[in-house]
């Protein structure tokens, strides 16, 4: 058998007076069910609540320097952390866990844990890189609430491949506006010339406007159209007519007037000659 050793408690006279008087409590309880199930088999029973008159209910249980027993706090054995988590005395031995504001929040790599809809899964943002010193990720939504929606795993380099500030030039294969048009601003920046199409196109359609190798200037007055300027071809090998009264013209005494080759110059009666022209060239010249 294993030896024993004989334990030595000292304890003052006060002490002994109500150690005493728990063990008569406890002594007369187990007395009282032992009488009970004396005579009954597999008896359920259940001990009296001892009482400890010198403790505070509702409180956990320490041994004090002494090793006597005694209540404590929740408080004496939780302490918070500055900037990170604050400790609260409820005043009933429970205390409130609260983060501070302005609080530095640090987690481990595993990330940040934010549950889905349902409460089933969780979103989980944390680092991807190794990060050479700390830095920040600053989302600024303006004074609404805004959506972010991402397919896939893009990233910036998906998206941008230029600078498209304000003050760059960028170029793209093709961009697409609504019909408020494409709007540049004017020479002080105070208003837009607005370009636009100006009808219901059946299908898409091109203008290309051909400068060649030049600066050229377009100067429009009113809103002219191709029909304010032709009724007729005017092309090389056209032989346009006008009337006398449109555009009549004074063509000056020594003009040199050279027709080409199989062409003619024809010179109607909306032109007024004044003196000697000089015509040069093997076409045709008619006044008519």
Do not use: C
């Not at 090793?67 to 500055?82: A, C, F, K, R």
């Not at 494409?182 to 010339?193: A, E, G, N």
């Not at 196109?201 to 400068?211: E, P, Q, V």
């Not at 190798?213 to 005017?234: C, E, H, K, M, Y």
């Amino acid at each position: 058998m294993p030896s024993t050793q004989p334990i030595k408690i000292t304890v003052s006279k006060d002490q002994w007076e109500k150690l005493t008087q728990q063990l008569n409590y406890l002594f007369k309880d187990i007395y009282h069910y032992l009488d009970e199930i004396k005579s009954v088999d597999n008896k359920t029973f259940e001990m009296g609540a001892v009482s400890y008159a010198s403790l505070t209910a509702s409180r956990l249980l320490a041994l004090d320097s002494a090793n006597v027993v005694e209540t404590t706090d929740i408080l004496s054995w939780i302490t918070g952390t500055t900037n990170q988590i604050t400790v609260t005395d409820d005043g009933d031995g429970t205390v409130t866990l609260s983060i501070p504001s302005g609080a530095v929040l640090t987690l481990a790599n595993t990330g940040l844990h934010l549950l889905d809809t349902n409460a089933s899964h969780d979103l989980i943002i944390k680092p991807g890189s190794d990060l050479t010193a700390d830095r920040t990720y600053t989302i600024t939504t303006g004074d609404s609430d805004r959506t972010i929606t991402l397919q896939g795993n893009p990233t910036l380099n998906n998206w941008f491949d230029q600078s498209v500030k304000i003050a760059a030039s960028p170029t793209f294969a093709g961009v697409t506006l609504g019909n408020t048009g494409l709007h540049i601003l004017d020479t002080d920046s105070s208003h837009d010339l607005i370009i636009k199409p100006g009808s219901d196109l059946t299908a898409d359609k091109t203008l290309t406007i051909t400068t060649g190798d030049s600066d050229r200037t377009i100067t429009l007055s009113g809103n002219p159209t191709l029909s304010d300027w032709f009724d007729q071809a005017v092309k090389v090998a056209s032989t346009p007519k006008f009337a006398a009264n449109l555009h009549r013209q004074t063509i000056p005494s020594g003009t040199t007037i050279t027709v080409p080759d199989d062409y003619e110059f024809i010179v109607g009666n909306g032109y007024n000659i004044e003196g000697v022209l000089d015509i040069q060239g093997s076409g045709a010249l008619f006044v008519i």
